[in-house]
């Protein structure tokens, strides 16, 4: 099974700063790799899918990167509305799809 | 619009059973795969089982291999995950998603807000 580590577990950022995200993998998970962002009370929304392609209707200002173990969600210039907890997930070997324990951003 | 919609959850004593469904319209529900997710109170995201379009095809987590089985009717676009067994640990948000492939990515790009289950004596 792949295990997917994310860092920090809680990032502080100010609105209108940049956001990076960490999510590394145990072993090579290529691009096959989406995240999702999840606010308190809802259920997971998807942003990213393929390392870096964002899905339908999610802002420009998020962006993803990364490939092999090493993968990276870049939210430029945070908003209110960005701060939520982040989880990456793989799909390169499955079952069973493996998420990242979560990063939770949050207000500086 | 598609729409996802979980219900069945609720409080169950530890050996017990439940069965979750999930109602969904705004695609063809033949043609994508589901899965269920959960999510115990205060952690992160635990994928739970996986059915093909076809129903054909099911895989499950270690954690509940042999107590829960998915199921769908496709006449009803209704999804199902039956839980028998069931134990404290269990406990969690239960999350149908669509699960989408394109080119050759997987992603679950449509989720239903999730149906509370609560194992206890």
């Known amino acids: 099974e792949i295990v997917m580590t994310q860092s920090p577990a809680t990032l502080s950022v100010s609105p209108g700063e940049r956001a990076t995200l960490s999510c590394r993998a145990s072993?090579?998970?290529?691009?096959?790799l989406a995240w999702y962002q999840q606010k308190p009370g809802q259920a997971p929304r998807l942003l990213i899918y393929?390392?870096?392609t964002r899905a339908t209707g999610i802002p420009a200002r998020f962006s993803g990167s990364g490939s092999g173990t090493e993968f990276t969600l870049t939210i430029s210039s945070l908003q209110s509305e960005d701060f939520a907890v982040y989880y990456c997930q793989q799909y390169n070997d499955w079952p069973p799809d493996t998420f990242g324990q979560g990063t939770k951003l949050e207000i500086k | 619009e598609v729409q996802v919609l979980e219900s069945g959850g609720g409080f169950v004593p530890p050996g017990g059973s439940l069965r979750l469904s999930c109602a969904v319209s705004?695609?063809?529900?033949?043609?994508?795969?589901m899965t269920w997710v959960r999510q115990a109170p205060g952690k992160g995201l635990e994928w739970v089982s996986f059915i093909s379009g076809s129903g054909h095809t099911t895989y499950y987590a270690d954690s509940v291999e042999g107590r829960f089985t998915i199921s769908r009717d496709t006449s009803r676009n209704i999804l199902y995950l039956q839980m028998d067994n069931l134990r404290a640990d269990d406990t969690a948000v239960y999350y149908c998603?669509?699960?989408?492939?394109?080119?050759?990515?997987?992603?679950?790009?449509?989720w239903g807000q999730g149906t509370l289950v609560t194992v206890s004596s």
């Open positions: 072993q090579s998970v290529y691009i096959n």
């Open positions: 705004g695609f063809t529900f033949i043609n994508y795969a």
């Open positions: 998603a669509k699960r989408t492939t394109d080119s050759g990515f997987n992603y679950f790009d449509s």
């Open positions: 393929g390392a870096s």
